[in-house]
């Protein structure tokens, strides 16, 4: 099963394909980045979806210098990239071993730049294993959607659905253990019953003997205090 983690443009909260989470920016910071630009200059600066590898380029032959609107929106666009960038380096620190890779969307700047406005981060989860081995992977994926200083709504439903996962991991370490438990006390009730009646038997065997050696002596004893005929005579 993958997750995906992060923020992705489009300036609005929308799930994933997949199931997991995608950030946008939020519409107040879309709103100050397309501020003092035409329709126009809206639609000539699209995001696009690249792969994490990509960096901001810069485009050769700009020669008109920036408004003070335009530079407001550079640096803006600079900030959400920064920001992106932690977001998604977070997640990815996070999930360790469980990161398989991830993606972010770039928009064109009025200078000509790239800037990563949106991203993600897939989450490769197994949903075989012990009991152990899923409360593990389930608490490292709730790192992970929480690792971002801003977790997304999102992000706190993917943090919400692992804790849960963990939490039915650990009902099932208990009743694996229960179990465990009691068939130890029945093996030692067990133990003990065939202790004690190996006991009872060797008693009844010293018993016996006891008995068997009693009634020897007593016979013997018998035997030498009776008188005879001739001692009665005499």
Do not use: C, W
Not at 9 to 29: K, L, M, P, T, Y
Not at 53 to 76: D, F, I, W
Not at 77 to 102: I, M, P
């Amino acid at each position: 099963m993958d997750l995906s983690l992060g923020r992705l443009s489009g300036f609005s909260n929308n799930a994933s394909a997949s199931g997991g989470i995608q950030r946008g920016v939020e519409s107040s910071r879309a709103e100050l980045i397309t501020a003092g630009s035409s329709t126009e200059d809206s639609a000539a600066i699209p995001a696009t979806r690249e792969s994490t590898t990509q960096r901001p380029v810069m485009e050769t032959g700009q020669a008109n210098p920036l408004t003070p609107e335009e530079q407001a929106q550079v640096r803006e666009l600079q900030k959400v990239d920064r920001e992106v960038r932690a977001h998604e380096a977070a997640h990815r620190a996070a999930a360790g071993g469980l990161a398989s890779g991830g993606s972010y969307t770039y928009q064109t700047g009025p200078d000509g730049r790239n800037y990563a406005v949106g991203g993600e981060v897939s989450i490769s989860a197994s949903s075989t294993g012990t009991p152990r081995e899923k409360l593990q992977q389930a608490e490292t994926i709730r790192r992970a959607a929480l690792a971002p200083a801003d977790p997304s709504s999102q992000d706190r439903q993917v943090a919400a659905q692992a804790a849960a996962t963990a939490a039915q991991a650990r009902i099932e370490i208990s009743a694996a253990k229960h179990q465990e438990q009691t068939e130890q006390r029945k093996e030692t009730a067990g133990q003990e019953n065939r202790q004690n009646t190996q006991q009872v038997s060797n008693l009844s065997t010293l018993g016996r003997r006891a008995i068997a050696s009693f009634e020897g002596v007593a016979g013997n004893s018998a035997m030498q205090s009776n008188p005879t005929s001739v001692d009665e005579i005499i």
